[in-house]
């Protein structure tokens, strides 16, 4: 007790840090597990769907500040990269390479999708340059809020207190609600469920396939969207992206939307508790938790364990 | 009968039976080859047709930010030799490698510049892990090599090269004149907290920066060590611990993305109002994050480079080499664009020293890495001498963040240019262990300070 009364602010804090921490990594990693829920394919290049919605929306914001554009057209830049990504590059992919490798080897999958990763990588460089890329408008449109802290006050950008927890928090209520709700989302959910049954029942699956494709990748692109006006944007932050999304959907359990919400609050706090109280574990804190949830629930958190088929 | 190996252009190792004569004849120009080859290596006396320089830089990863306006300057640097005839009438080519796939890659790519394209000579590299892997390859292969931006301290304190120099400072100069420049600026500051990139360069200059404070102001209060993964793109919780802790001094000696993102957040929830920062690397980055860095803050550029110098060497030279690179590249030069220039100065110089100690005969490898030791070339501000140990000596400039209304972001002021003698450790010795015999007394023979014109 005596602990918890001395530290009691700073996990206070350390809490509001993870909240915020937890909704950017959400927003990666339910596309990833869309994806894989009804494709079953592990997609490498979602970290570059993640890094080309970033510099897209970057770009966009720059053009908007260029033409000489009301500021606060910044923040809607940010949906409009988003679903641009998504409708440019994932119908094409999914179409030409990733319905060629459906039902094949997973091994084969993540060749192809590591290969497509490679390959997006370069075209970012192409494009965008190595030289990082940032920009903070909307986090400057927005302004900062005061957050007690004894006698003193921390500042929080309120981009970072309400706008990406509300982000999330909308997505993850929204998928829920389309999944389940609506035909749509049932028709999706037939397919993800048994695809050869939901194919015999008149549903074109083929579609059922892009549409999610291209709404993870869409979704892949928000995350860095919502990312660029925090951070810098550098060749290489595909990658760095997709190992940590890896680890909130392995600890959700592959293909499940609230797992993920879950996994990455649980990585999100454990990181930000870690920072606070023992720095050194920063880096290893998101990986401790996803092997300590595989030890106990192989399948994991919210994942249902197949019987194997002989 | 003919058999197989006999017939011209089948290679012999499509013979299922190689006969005699077809293995003498193999045999016979195998030597001839090894013989040319060995001649070139060893130097005949003879010009080349040309001089194939291998260049190893990160052109892929989050490094390239600093590999691309190293390759970029090459470019330029290699054109403006050619434009001018050349190195003693010998054309320059380059040939770049990357190092973004990592150590084992980069050590078959410089085997491959030696034994495939025979280079002349091999600048390399950004990575230390590079550096420390493609020195004793360099006595190995025999080949000229210029570590020409690396950092680390410990090639040449841990071992002694034939064939491998460094161009430019190591770390612990880089590290310590920070810290002088701070010890000066801010001399009764109580606490300190640090945020460096989690891999070997955020470790080792934490270390060689908390030796050299304890043995210079000891006493003073270390508030955190935060080290978030290298390539961290969110710093939101370091903040907001740093804000809570409210340190006098925060160092930073990140760089790159992770730098640009710690001072844009930091400067949005207002810690560069709570603390100064020290940040020994930050010039790189100054274009980038514009006015969201603020005046008074404490930054470094790993030598004494800096488009506005306070005594260049030869102003019109810098100012030449700066426009030329703004207008072909469409950037400032930053720091390794000089480490570029560095490499190019020293080679052309030894190039130079080694002719005229052969009476204008052309060096073979030995005798070109031999002219490196003890070279005086010039850099873009001052000038640097390889010591015997192959180690460069580099002056080391340090500023204030200052705003001007002739620049789009912040500029240097309070500039002091730290002599490399000074901060460098002594040939022979380890910096950790020579950093721990300073003395306070140091802090009284500092050079003065330059304001920002």
């Excluded at chain 1, 990504?85 to 039902?103: A, K, Q, S, T």
């Excluded at chain 2, 045999?27 to 070139?40: D, M």
């Excluded at chain 2, 100065?345 to 005798?367: C, F, L, R, V």
Aim: proline share 6%; with cysteine; net charge neutral.
């Amino acid at each position: 007790m005596g602990w918890l009364s001395e530290n009691g602010l700073l996990l206070g804090l350390a809490a509001l840090d993870g909240l915020a921490y937890a909704a950017s990594v959400f927003m990666v990693a339910v596309g990833l597990n869309l994806v894989f829920g009804v494709m079953r394919v592990l997609n490498v290049a979602h970290g570059s769907f993640y890094a080309i919605g970033a510099y897209t929306a970057a770009s966009i914001g720059l053009a908007i500040a260029a033409a000489g554009l009301p500021s606060w057209l910044s923040l809607p830049a940010l949906l409009v990269a988003a679903a641009l990504v998504g409708l440019v590059l994932g119908p094409p992919i999914e179409r030409l390479l990733l319905r060629r490798v459906e039902g094949q080897e997973p091994v084969l999958q993540l060749l192809v999708t590591f290969a497509l990763f490679m390959i997006l990588e370069d075209v970012q460089k192409l494009i965008w340059g190595v030289q990082p890329v940032s920009y903070d408008t909307p986090l400057k449109l927005l302004g900062t809020v005061d957050v007690p802290f004894g006698e003193d006050v921390i500042p929080f950008t309120a981009y970072q207190l309400y706008v990406l927890p509300g982000i999330a928090i909308l997505t993850l209520v929204g998928l829920a609600w389309f999944l389940r709700r609506t035909l749509t989302g049932r028709i999706i959910v037939a397919v993800t469920t048994d695809r050869e049954a939901a194919t015999a029942m008149g549903i074109n699956a083929a579609r059922v396939t892009m549409l999610t494709f291209t709404c993870g990748t869409a979704l892949a692109a928000l995350g860095g969207a919502l990312a660029v006006p925090t951070t810098a944007m550098v060749p290489g932050i595909g990658a760095s992206t997709i190992v940590l999304s890896f680890a909130v959907v392995a600890t959700a359990g592959l293909g499940q939307i609230e797992g993920a919400a879950v996994s990455a609050l649980l990585i999100g706090l454990g990181r930000s508790f870690a920072v606070y109280f023992e720095p050194e574990l920063e880096v290893v804190v998101p990986y401790l938790i996803m092997v300590a949830v595989l030890l106990l629930r192989p399948q994991g958190l919210f994942g249902v364990a197949e019987t194997r088929r002989i | 009968m003919t058999s197989i190996a006999d017939q011209p252009g089948v290679p012999a190792t499509t013979a299922a039976g190689i006969s005699r004569r077809g293995a003498l004849l193999g045999a016979a120009v195998g030597t001839l080859a090894l013989a040319g080859r060995s001649a070139h290596a060893q130097g005949a006396g003879q010009k080349p047709a040309e001089i194939k320089v291998g260049i190893a830089t990160y052109l892929s990863g989050p490094a390239s930010v600093f590999g691309v306006p190293g390759r970029q300057a090459a470019e330029m640097l290699f054109d403006e030799i050619n434009a001018e005839g050349g190195i003693a009438g010998v054309k320059v080519r380059p040939i770049f490698v990357d190092e973004g796939p990592g150590v084992d890659h980069f050590m078959g790519e410089y085997r491959r510049l030696v034994q495939n394209e025979d280079v002349a000579i091999i600048f390399s590299a950004i990575s230390s892990a590079d550096c420390l892997a493609c020195a004793p390859l360099a006595d190995e292969m025999k080949r000229p090599t210029l570590l020409w931006d690396c950092g680390t301290q410990r090639v040449f304190e841990d071992g002694r090269y034939q064939y491998a120099f460094r161009t430019q400072a190591n770390a612990t100069p880089e590290v310590l004149s920070a810290l002088l420049y701070l010890l000066k600026v801010k001399p009764d500051f109580r606490s300190i907290a640090v945020v460096n990139q989690d891999y070997a360069w955020g470790r080792d200059s934490w270390e060689i920066f908390r030796t050299g404070l304890n043995a210079l102001k000891p006493g003073v209060r270390v508030a955190a060590e935060l080290f978030p993964r290298f390539g961290a793109t969110d710093f939101s919780t370091e903040i907001t611990r740093l804000l809570a802790l409210r340190p006098e001094v925060i160092l930073s000696t990140s760089w790159g993305g992770d730098l640009d993102a710690l001072i844009r957040q930091a400067a949005e929830r207002k810690l560069f109002e709570r603390s100064t920062f020290l940040m020994p690397l930050a010039e790189s980055s100054l274009e980038r994050v514009g006015k969201a860095l603020p005046a008074g803050h404490l930054i470094g550029a790993r030598g004494d480079h800096w488009f506005l110098h306070p005594s260049p060497r030869d102003p019109a030279q810098l100012a030449r080499f700066t426009e030329n690179y703004r207008k072909r590249f469409n950037n400032w030069p930053i720091y390794p664009c000089h480490h570029m220039f560095q490499a190019v100065s020293a080679m052309k110089t030894a190039y130079a020293k080694a002719i005229a100690a052969k009476n204008g005969g052309w060096p073979n490898d030995s005798e070109l890495a031999a002219a490196f030791r003890g070279l005086e070339f010039p850099s873009l501000t001052s000038s640097v001498t390889i010591r015997e140990d192959g180690q460069g000596l580099e002056n080391q400039i340090m500023g204030t963040t200052h705003h001007s209304d002739r620049y789009p972001f912040a500029v240097m002021t309070d500039m002091m240019v730290f002599p490399a003698a000074q901060v460098t450790a002594p040939v022979g010795q380890k910096s950790t262990e020579w950093l721990k015999t300073l003395k306070p007394e140091l802090l009284t023979q500092l050079p003065a300070t330059a304001p920002f014109r």
